[in-house]
Every structure is written in C-alpha cells, then in structure tokens.
C-alpha cells in the first residue's frame, strides 16, 4: 500500500547512512583502475615528465582517497539518498530557484558525442553546427528581450551581473565621467549579487526599500537619483513575486539624469513571452538559462546567466560574439568588438547548457513560451489562494493583489500563536520528503518562506505539497513539539548552525577539516554536524 | 561543588508579568502590584523560569548556581538541583523587591558568574542594567508585560537553550543589547514612549534572541565599523558634529578614538572631543558658538525612532537650529530589516517640527552604502 490519496500525507522516510567522508573510507592501495604501466619507449621519450622542469615535480604523489569502483559506487548512491532533488520531491519550494521539469531528451542531446566530443579549440569551420546553434539561440533572446545584442558567456546569475557591472564601469569610463557617476541603485528585494558585483566593480551602492503597496518607493527612487547615478539595477517582479507595473516610470527617472537601467530577469519565468525589457525602458538585462530556459541546476552550477544589451552598449561586451558572414555564409567567432571589457570566461560559454536551452525554445515555440508564463502565474496563484487558507500564514504587502509567478508568506501570525518559526516548519517538511527555502537575508518579511510552483507540476502535486504545509501548520498549533523537534525521518536530526556562522570552525576541504578538527581544535564537536 | 561547573546566577522577578493578564501594563510601583493582585493575577515569571531550566538542564550543562531566596528563584531552581548557593538569606522587606534585584545582581558579578539569567521583563532588565552594566553577560527570560528590550530570548526554552550552549563555549558570542523601558504611567494612559536606559552585554545566536532573527555572517560590530568608515570618511573641517546615542553612533567616536557616552548626545569638531553627555543648554551654547553643525542619529529599540526616544537632548530648538537637511542617519541593515518595511519615526514633542522633519532620507547602512527611507512623525 502506498500513500494515503486522501490525506496525501506519505509515511516518508529517508535514508540514513552515518556515510563517512570519502577520505576516511580510503585504504593504501586500493585501485578503481589498474593503469598499465607505461611501455619502455614511452618511458625514456622526452614527452611526458622529461620536458617538465625538476623543480616542478610533485615529491609525493596528491593525497587522493583509495578506493576500489565498486565501493565509490556505493558511496554517491548512499549520498544521494540522503538527498532530495528536482527529481524526486515536489521542489516548489525553493522558490525563485524556478526549479521546473527539464526533458531528459535535452540531456541527451547535450551528451552526444557530436557535441561533448568538439574540442573548444578546433577552426571555427570544423564546428559550423555547434556556431549555429549559439548564433540562433541569441536571434531568439534577442526576440524574447527586444535587445539588440547578446553575449551568451557567462557562467550563472552572479556571473552575468558582474558581467553587467563591467559594461556600465567601461560605459562610465568611455564617457569620462569615473569620478562623477560612482553610484548604483538597486532594491532591497533584488537579488543581493547586484549590489555586490556593483560594488566589486566599485560603485557605491544604494538600496530602495518597498513602499507599503510592495513595490520600490519610487518616491525613495527620484530621492536617491542624481548626476551620480551610473546605473539602476533593478528585478521585476521582485522576490516577493509582485509586479511592479510602474517599471517604465523607474527607468526614465534613471534615463532623465543620464543613467542605465539593467533589468535582472534571471527568472523571468512570470512574464516570459509576455513583457520585454526593452518595452520597460531597459539597457541591459539578463537571463537564468538554468532557471527560466530548463538547465538542470543546483549546488552552483554549471548554468548559463546570458547577457542582453542595446546597440548602443554591444561594443562593451565580453568577445568572443558569434555572427554569420552572408557573403561566406559561414558563422565565426566575432572579435570585433571595440571596447570590450574582455573575457569573462574561458571560450564561448557553457555549450551544454546553451544547448538545452535552445531544445527548450524550439520545442515549444513562441506560443508555447507564452504558455510557459500562463501556466506558471495560473499554478502560483492557485497554491497562493490556498496558502493563505492555513492558519497563520500570510503574504505581506499588496493585500488582495494577485501575484506573478512566486510568493513570499510569512509565519509571523503562526510563530505568535505558537513559538513555532519558519526554520522549524522548515524542518518538519523534510518528514514527509519536501523542503521549503526562506528568504535571504536580511530578513525583511518576517518568518519568511518562498514558494514557486512553476508551471511543470500538476495540480495533485502542488496539492500533496500544499497538504503537507497545512498538516505542518496544523501541527503547530496541536503539538508544537513534533514540529521543534523535526526532523524526525530525515538523514540528520540537528545541524548546528554555529559552525555556518563563524568561519574559525568552516572546513571546506579535507585538509582544512583535518587541520581544525583531528588536531587542536575541539575534535568531538563534529559528529552532531 | 564539582570543578568543572560554570558558575551562572538566576533571578526571578517573581511578579514580572502579573499587570498583563488582568490589563495592566507592567507592575512597576507597589499600588500596580495590589490592583493586579486583587484583580486575581497569578505569578508568571516562575513558570516561565520553569521552562527555561527545563531546556537549560535537559542540555546536561554542569552549572553551579547562585540565585536568590524563595520565589527569586530558589523555589523553582530546588526542584532541579541541590548544586547552588543563595546570594543573600532573606529579602530586604517583606517580600522581594527592586532593591533585591540590584544587590543580587552586584553580588553575582562579585562571585564572578559567567551569566546571569534572568526572567522578568524591561523593569528587571533595568535594574540589572544598573548594577552590573556591561561587565557581566545577561540573558533574559522573557516573562514581563514589557518586552522592548533586545536582552530577551525569543523563549523561554530557547533562553535556557541558549544560556547552556553559551556556558558551554558553543556561543560566544557578545551583543551590546539596548535596554529600552517605556514610562509605564503614560502607557497606562495609551501612549508607548519606549526610552533607551542602556546597554548589557547578551550572548546571541542566530535565532534565539529576540530582534536577532535576521542575523547575518558579518557581525553587528564589524557593520558599524563599516558605518563608521563611512560617516568619518564624508566628514568635513570645521562643522560642529552632535553625535547620538546608541552603539552605531559610537562606532563613529571609536574610530575617531575619542571617548563616547553610550547614552548621551557628544559633541565632535575636526575629530576632536568638545564634549561629552551633553544637556540641552550645552548644544545650544555649542549652536551659538559654531554655524556649521550636522547631527548622527540612528534608530533606538525595535520602532525606529531617530529622534524623541533614547535622545531628548536633541529638542526641537536643536533640530530647528541644526537643519533637516543636515540630520545624517546610521542604521546597521539588520536594524532597517527589524523594522520590517515600517518607516523611521520622529517623535520631537512638538508635531510641527515633527511634520517638517518627514520625508525620505538617506541612511548610511555600510561602508559606501545607503538607502533612501522614508521618516514619518
């Protein structure tokens, strides 16, 4: 018997294995591969290590763990059973993650050896396929966006924005204005890479709160607007999934004293198809190929965050550009590109997720696009109508506003009524195989949690996710202390947070853990870790 | 006494909590205490304790005790433990009083506790405040009817979660918390007039301490060094600075590396100290004497006020004198998130003043940082 269709509660538990880390399941000697031995020749020929200068040889091979394949094997499934994923639970709650259904065949597709054996550095005529493909996924952002040009470079969301930050910093320059127009405004509920890749690029960061309606004040806007003003970088709608309908009035405030606008649509999966930078009064923006486009994504990477510009800015942008040359009717790899900021990542791109995402588009078509949208603004709005029924929760700002494509609720009722907060509730969920994510922080809507159904679920899985949150928050008002307690059918009952918060006790490598741990820094703390 | 055990003192407030269930606001002054008791309130505050130490000793800290007679603590603390000791054998009146607290207090810092828990409400917190200041970590356990102060655990169960894991060394870290109090005869009469009474030294983690939710990898201390980076850095020559009270405006006077009255309105002129804690009378001598004159405030307790709580040396005549335009606000980002998209606030006590003031301003939040707020009267 499985689970209960009418409480569609599943009896859920994962798998715990108590897995050590894979250093310390290494024996002396144990082999995945038994690597011939190099022939006589090949060991006396002067290829190999003879060309390689005495001083830079390794005097003890590197510290890798030993260990025969059959065991690694078991290793990685073991971890990923203590895993969830896009494949296995309902991820509508990792909310602005947009953590839809990407086609399996896209995935083959990328792994064909037509395109995974190409090698980055073979002429441009041998690889007129693969040109093309990169050549015609920008003819169709360009459409989506209304942009004149696009660099399909970098490597994720963060990397596109410093990318973005780059060209308004060689803008500025080109202009002789670096001691003048040193300010960046952006909105609190934009993602925070905005302000950090500004600042890196070192701008003065300023920050718009919403007014009480949830959008930007755009009083605190023509406030905050000046000769300083170097760029507005600005998301739509924003985290707490409300659309800001007044967006043309915030980039010609930022236009009327000479500044860019760059729009950060690394979801845009609420109004693909159906509004267009470049009709907002947009400079710039950029896309999430592994959000909104359907790359697989998590853990950081790999993703594709590709770059749109206006005429105007295309001289500024990353080479190489892909263009078609009509008298050859060949593509090429453009360099021509007057006063680029340069490289930003090595070759041309993440080709297999430029790949994917170009399947994506094709197979669905413009109205297939825009059905993307519809559907993912008609399944947001059905769980948000539903949310907002369970005791204790709410959605700040905008009251009796429909929402776009995601939401951030609020506990806050809840955790007055019961000492139960989010984190709490966030790990009960993990009891019947589902998690929810936050906010980031700062915490501006309190007790928060983001929900993003997308449109690729169907509506009995949104209602097993929805029942789940409802039996979670019931639980807090009827025995608030299974739901402190939780989890209690995961892999790990308590992670102490401390060790996220002071770095003295970080170990992100093997090495670092050996050096803070089995030596003098408090070797028994680990194990509830 | 087992050598290992951390010495730590608990203080129950034992009529903190008592005016809220029967709508009285607090129980400061004894007439309050008869009224709530005769309108058939029941002691909350040991209860509250209750569940603190249940937390705290399910934890398995070995903690030695010192805490106060009775239902100052020994009556709940003797159902968990023989290992304590009391601070004084009787109370100085009848029953317990401010004046017990105080010397409990000052007798547990002699003793050298590593904390003192306490559970009561902003009144308790008060009295603490005064007699032991910053020398010694406080916790409290929220049990009073006024809860403004940053010193509380969102719980009771997490303040003895907390005070375990701090006496543990698993947290350690320090916050200068603010210790606010609202007049309780005004709010009585529906006016919440929070006030900025001082400083204690909390121990905090992410998610346990009250106002604390929205803790971030950088701590308080090194944002305010940031502010202050910032605010020292725009500064000009010859303009007279009245610096605030509050721990981000100190920031400031410690980067300059003068001295700073936490609580007190100071005056600043090219990085040089013109004086300290000053009155009213004293800013306006200062305003005769210099033209140029730009004021640092930033918000005090969890409503958002600039001006009128924690600062009423800066009146309206020394708004007025000073100028909108040169009123410079720090606020760390944390504090703009406890607000919760709620405006700043400006309370001078006089509404014209206060209808002038409001607008949106820029807040300093970091080192080349800002945001445009909006301050409403």
Redesign the interface.
């Known amino acids: 018997m499985g689970m209960d269709m009418n409480t569609k509660l599943r009896d859920f538990h994962q798998a715990r294995w108590d897995e050590p880390i894979i250093y310390e399941l290494s024996r002396k000697g144990e082999r995945g591969i038994l690597v011939p031995e190099a022939d006589q020749v090949m060991q006396s020929h002067d290829e190999g290590l003879g060309d390689i200068p005495e001083g830079l040889h390794r005097k003890e091979p590197p510290n890798l763990p030993e260990m025969g394949q059959m065991r690694v094997l078991k290793h990685y499934l073991r971890l990923s059973q203590e895993n969830l994923g896009a494949d296995l639970n309902i991820d509508i709650g990792q909310g602005t993650c947009t953590m839809k259904y990407s086609p399996k065949i896209n995935d083959q597709l990328a792994a064909n050896p037509k395109v995974s054996e190409l090698h980055p550095c073979q002429p441009e005529e041998t690889a007129q396929g693969l040109l093309k493909m990169m050549y015609e996924t920008e003819q169709y952002l360009k459409a989506i966006s209304g942009m004149d040009r696009f660099s399909l470079h970098p490597g994720g969301g963060s990397h596109a924005i410093f990318t973005i930050a780059s060209i308004v910093r060689a803008w500025v320059d080109s202009r002789g204005e670096s001691d003048k127009r040193d300010e960046i405004i952006t909105t609190?509920f934009s993602h925070p890479s905005n302000?950090a890749a500004s600042?890196l690029k070192g701008?003065?960061?300023?920050?718009?709160?919403?007014?009480?309606d949830g959008r930007p004040?755009i009083?605190?806007?023509?406030?905050?607007v000046s000769e300083r003003t170097a760029a507005l970088f600005i998301t739509n709608p924003e985290d707490i999934g409300i659309y800001n309908s007044r967006i043309k009035e915030f980039t010609d405030i930022v236009h009327s004293v000479g500044g860019l606008c760059s729009y950060d649509q690394a979801n845009l999966n609420g109004i693909l198809g159906l509004t267009r930078a470049r009709e907002a009064g947009f400079d710039l923006c950029f896309y999430n190929l592994h959000k909104t486009f359907s790359s697989p994504h998590g853990c950081g990477g790999p993703g594709g965050g590709v770059v749109g510009v206006t005429e105007e800015l295309a001289k500024f942008l990353p080479v190489p550009l892909v263009s078609f040359d009509e008298g050859s009717g060949r593509y090429f790899l453009d360099y021509d590109v007057p006063c680029t900021i340069g490289k930003v990542k090595d070759f041309y791109g993440v080709i297999p997720v430029i790949l994917r995402a170009y399947a994506w588009i094709r197979s669905l078509g413009d109205e297939g696009l825009k059905e993307v949208a519809r559907v993912a603004l008609l399944n947001n709005n059905y769980v948000f109508k539903e949310i907002l029924k369970i005791k204790g929760a709410s959605a700040?700002?905008a009251e009796g506003e429909l929402r776009m494509e995601q939401v951030r609720y609020s506990w806050e009722k809840l955790t007055k009524d019961t000492?139960v907060?989010t984190?709490d509730i966030q790990n009960r969920m993990f009891d019947f195989g589902v998690h929810y994510w936050t906010s980031h922080?700062?915490?501006?809507?309190?007790?928060p949690f983001t929900i993003e159904p997308t449109e690729s679920y169907s509506k009995d899985e949104l209602d097993e996710f929805l029942a789940i949150l409802r039996h979670v928050a019931n639980e807090a008002y009827t025995n608030p202390e299974i739901v402190k307690t939780a989890p209690h059918r995961s892999v790990i009952h308590h992670i102490?947070?401390?060790y996220l918060?002071d770095?003295k006790k970080w170990a992100i490598t093997w090495r670092a853990y050996k050096k803070k741990y089995t030596g003098y820094f408090e070797p028994k703390e680990r194990k509830d870790g | 006494m087992v050598s290992t055990a951390k010495k730590i003192g608990l203080i129950i407030n034992p009529i903190a909590g008592m005016g809220g269930a029967v709508g009285l606001k607090g129980t400061d002054g004894k007439d309050t205490l008869e009224k709530a008791l005769s309108l058939g309130a029941s002691p909350r505050a040991p209860e509250r304790a209750r569940e603190a130490l249940d937390m705290f000793f399910r934890c398995g800290t070995e903690a030695f005790f010192y805490t106060c007679p009775q239902d100052m603590g020994e009556n709940v603390l003797k159902e968990y433990t023989k290992e304590y000791e009391l601070v004084f054998p009787h109370f100085k009146e009848k029953a317990s009083s401010r004046q017990d607290t105080l010397r409990a207090a000052k007798r547990m810092e002699e003793l050298g506790v590593e904390l003192i828990l306490f559970a009561g409400g902003d009144g308790t917190a008060r009295d603490i405040c005064e007699a032991v200041g910053l020398r010694v970590p406080v916790l409290g356990i929220p049990a009073g009817v006024k809860i403004h102060s940053a010193v509380f655990a969102v719980t009771p169960k997490k303040a003895g979660e907390l005070a375990a894991r701090f006496l543990d060394g698993k947290v350690r870290n320090l916050k200068e918390s603010e210790v606010m109090d609202i007049d309780e005869e005004a709010y009585r009469k529906g006016e919440v007039k929070a006030r900025l009474f001082g400083y204690l030294l909390v121990p905090w983690e992410r998610s346990k301490v009250q106002c604390r939710k929205s803790g971030s990898m950088m701590t308080e201390r090194v944002v305010q060094q940031a502010i202050a980076e910032e605010v020292v850095s725009t500064m000009d020559e010859g303009v007279l600075y009245l610096l605030g009270p509050g721990t981000t405006v100190k920031a400031i006077a410690d980067r300059l590396g003068i001295e700073k009255s936490l609580l007190g309105v100071d005056a600043v002129l090219d990085g040089m100290s013109l004086g300290r804690d000053l009155a009213e009378k004293d800013i306006l001598k200062l305003l005769d004497e210099y033209p140029k004159v730009k004021t640092v405030v930033s918000p005090i307790g969890g409503q958002g006020y600039i001006l009128g709580r924690g600062n009423l040396q800066l009146s309206p005549r020394v708004i007025r004198n000073v100028g909108k335009e040169n009123i410079i606000i720090v606020a760390t980002p944390q504090k703009i998130a406890s607000l919760h998209g709620a405006p700043l606030l400006v309370d001078t006590g006089d509404s014209s003043l206060d209808m002038a003031l409001v607008g949106v301003y820029p807040v300093i939040t970091g080192y080349r940082e800002k945001i445009f707020y909006r301050v409403e009267a």
């Open positions: 609190i302000a600042k701008f003065k960061i300023i920050t718009i709160y919403p007014g009480p004040d009083e605190a806007l023509k406030a905050a700040p700002y000492g907060t984190t922080e700062p915490w501006i809507v309190p007790e102490d947070h401390d918060d770095p």
